[in-house]
């Protein structure tokens, strides 16, 4: 039966999406197949951007160490970026521009200006070696790359097409992002792109780690993107409604810490961008630390906390918490990554005022999926929820795309206006992630309870999870493979307490050839792949038996990772 907050919530939302109200619905037909759709949705990001920026010019939007913005400002210096994209370095609509630097209130900046020049924001993982740096731009053709120090060091040396623009973090965007800032002359490359662009120009291209080695550039037109946004809008929207009916009106400004990677979609959509509808402040930490983030909580009164897993059950248990007054968040949301059950009740132990949120969503649904709220989430944390209205048309498919019986495992697929248009330059891996109805195959197995709850059961994808970096298998072999003394290897996820899961290898040497040892081989993949990417020295192991193999001769992973599982729990 659903419970009483799921009838509430469902009234809620259906009451804001009717007719003459601020989330009403218009159909949108896309290939043949018609699906609901926001009718006051802005056209671009651009438009976006500069409606809300105005609305909000004297509220405080970015909190970055000493540099402090209102949304006017913040919008002002991405003014300028735009400004010295098209002047200074040629950037015209639809050109991909690429970033890859840490977060900071500089590179929301830097997202905004290449949106509002027309261009592509094209995100690069920051914690990738100049191999993967550089691949990600060749692939995506970027005309310029804005980057901070130390990933232009990466990228030294190597070959790709991206013209880089230096960029620096911890101050005004008038000094950090000098190289492309440009006060404009008249009308502004902005105001002007505004009567360009269109909802069916591309917008963003973010890198997925799918099950097939190299990454993917998934890319989204503006309507995909602004339609993500718009559908979490009206969730914030409707859990507003619901907290007001029970406590009354909700007079401060909503404020959450940055405290995941903006180049994943959860920093970029969720978060970032969700942040310009709803008047919110966002306050910036250079990485990391659990410490700082309990400070910086109190200090700045954040109300809503989004991490992988990891993060909040690391604030909840860090000796400090007891020094600081952090009674003013009322939510720890996670997502990117399972949430172990007994987190769930480790946060609502630690902070009895405040609730546990998850949530599902992908790159390529632009973070849109499910959620699972509070009461409901606390009585059943095992689930992601139920699909996220009023966007998410979610269905549990067999392998030929027929729908399955509720309570039958299936593949967990997502439809709405939100998801992303293709792989970049990848029409085969693009037509196999759709169905012939529209569905995007997400790859997670899962199944729908009697009350719509989304329980995922397992992956298809041969992928593992870091705290919620994605990290595929197949690459992470490759690149054991372009070592020439091996001659066999198996790559796969270890659970581990902190992390989810973290990545383990198993190798063999090829006849007559020397031997290599666990450390060494680190050692070589360091070279290669990024450091989140390579197992630690405990977790390679070296056998001098041939690896299991299947019917088809594919090595057995199931028991290959059985084995080694066993042996470092034992270890």
């Not at 976006?48 to 400002?73: I, M, S």
């Not at 293709?422 to 169905?435: D, L, M, V």
């Not at 001659?487 to 307490?497: A, K, N, Q, W």
């Not at 006849?511 to 666990?518: D, S």
Request: negative net charge.
């Amino acid at each position: 039966m659903p419970t009483q907050l799921d009838n509430a919530l469902e009234a809620i939302i259906t009451g804001l999406t009717t007719d003459g109200q601020p989330f009403a619905l218009a159909p949108f037909t896309r290939d043949g197949i018609t699906m609901p759709a926001f009718a006051a949705a802005p056209p671009t990001l651009a438009h976006y951007f500069a409606h809300f920026c105005n609305q909000n010019k004297d509220v405080p939007f970015l909190v970055d160490g000493d540099v402090r913005l209102t949304f006017g400002e913040a919008y002002a210096a991405a003014t300028c970026v735009a400004e010295g994209l098209a002047k200074t370095h040629g950037v015209a609509k639809g050109d991909r521009v690429g970033i890859a630097a840490r977060n900071s209130a500089n590179w929301m900046i830097a997202y905004m200006g290449i949106l509002m020049a027309g261009g592509c924001a094209t995100l690069l993982n920051g914690f990738s070696s100049g191999d993967e740096l550089a691949y990600g731009l060749d692939l995506a053709e970027c005309k310029v790359l804005l980057a901070d120090d130390g990933r232009a060091a990466r990228l030294e040396g190597h070959n790709h097409p991206a013209k880089v623009v230096l960029f620096t973090h911890g101050n005004p965007p008038a000094e950090g992002l000098a190289a492309t800032w440009a006060e404009p002359e008249g009308t502004s490359v902005a105001m002007a792109m505004l009567g360009e662009l269109g909802p069916d120009d591309i917008a963003t291209i973010l890198y997925t780690s799918g099950s097939t080695g190299k990454s993917k550039g998934a890319w989204s037109d503006h309507r995909g993107v602004i339609h993500g946004v718009m559908n979490y809008v009206a969730q914030s929207a409707m859990a507003k409604v619901h907290v007001e009916s029970q406590e009354g009106p909700i007079t401060t400004q909503p404020c959450a810490l940055v405290a995941v990677p903006l180049f994943h979609v959860t920093g970029e959509v969720p978060l970032f961008l969700q942040s310009f509808a709803i008047a919110r402040k966002l306050v910036l930490m250079p990485k990391w630390d659990a410490g700082l983030a309990i400070r910086l909580m109190a200090e700045e009164k954040v109300s809503y906390f989004v991490g992988v897993p990891l993060m909040s059950y690391e604030i909840a248990n860090h000796p400090d918490r007891e020094k600081y007054d952090l009674s003013a968040c009322k939510s720890f949301a996670a997502g990117g990554a399972p949430r172990p059950v007994e987190h769930v009740t480790r946060i609502k132990e630690a902070f009895p005022g405040s609730f546990p949120l998850l949530g599902y969503g992908l790159t390529e649904t632009n973070a849109v999926g499910c959620g699972n709220f509070n009461e409901n989430y606390l009585a059943k944390p095992g689930s992601t929820g139920r699909p996220s209205k009023p966007m998410v048309d979610l269905a549990i498919l067999d392998d030929a795309g027929n729908p399955l019986p509720q309570g039958q495992v299936g593949e967990v697929c997502i439809r709405s206006v939100a998801n992303f248009r293709g792989y970049w330059k990848n029409p085969e891996a693009t037509e196999a992630a759709f169905t012939k109805d529209g569905y995007f195959r997400t790859g997670d197995l899962g199944y729908l309870d009697a009350d719509d709850y989304l329980f995922i059961v397992d992956r298809k994808k041969d992928i593992i999870i870091r705290g919620g970096e994605n990290i595929s298998c197949i690459e992470v072999e490759d690149a054991i493979y372009a070592h020439d003394d091996i001659g066999e290897c198996s790559v796969f996820g270890l659970t581990d307490e902190r992390f989810g899961e973290v990545p383990a290898a198993v190798y063999a040497m090829k006849e007559g050839h020397a031997h290599v040892t666990p450390a060494e081989l680190r050692a070589f993949l360091l070279e290669r792949i990024a450091p989140f990417k390579v197992p630690l020295e405990q977790h390679i192991w070296f056998t001098e038996e041939a690896l299991p193999r299947l019917g088809t001769q594919k090595i057995d992973k199931r028991s290959v990772k059985a084995r080694y599982s066993a042996e470092a729990i034992a270890a």
